[in-house]
């Protein structure tokens, strides 16, 4: 039996999976599920639709502001009411998401909001920072990642299956910019935490990686129990 409040941080770069993996992690322990990347696409969202320029006091604002509702039971993501389960993952929100992750006032807003949903039991979250700047202290950590290469063919097979018109050389360009972005950035950049297992699913399926994560939560409730 888990303890009380039990975190999964999966951190990692564009594409590599983590948003997949982590639900499935989620629904096999019976964790609740928080997709912190689908935060700050909801904010990106809400800002492209006021059609505004870009102002990060504005954005700020915005994101102080915006009610997200993750409805697990139905795999979707709500803004102030709005399903917005497929908007936020298109390719406007993709590009200029990780530009609005860095504004300090969003991370603020929304490290608070995670933090809060975190605390609230036994959770597995998915992001850039969970293990190095939300939770620190969390119980398993995950570094995801994968080759370009395979992360941008992934992503591919996701968006042409929902019928978007996409190229796969663009895609890669993409990830590239936005791995170079996240890292690069002042206020919690990409990084691997200390303490965190790295995990390259390059040559992994999704029951393999899956697995994988679970067997060392397992691991972990065990060693906590024992100690």
Partial sequence: MFKENFVVAIDGPAGAGKSTIAKLVARKLVFAYIDTGAMYRSVTWKFLRTKA???ENFI????NKIRIDFRTEENKVFV????????IRTTAVTN???RISAINTVRIAMVAEQRRMGESGRVVLDGRDIGTVVFPNADVKIFLTATVEERALRRYKEMTEKGMA???KQLQ????NRDKQDSEREISP???????VFLD??????DETTDFIINLVRGKEHDLRRS
């Fill in 80 to 87: 102030d009411g709005t399903d917005v389960t497929e908007a």
């Fill in 201 to 206: 699913t390059s040559n992994m399926c999704i």
């Fill in 60 to 63: 700020g604002e915005l994101a």
């Fill in 166 to 168: 996409v190229s796969l």
């Fill in 96 to 98: 200029l998401v990780s």
């Fill in 53 to 55: 320029e870009f102002n």
């Fill in 173 to 176: 360009e993409a990830i590239l």
């Fill in 190 to 196: 990409l990084r691997q935490a200390k303490d965190a």
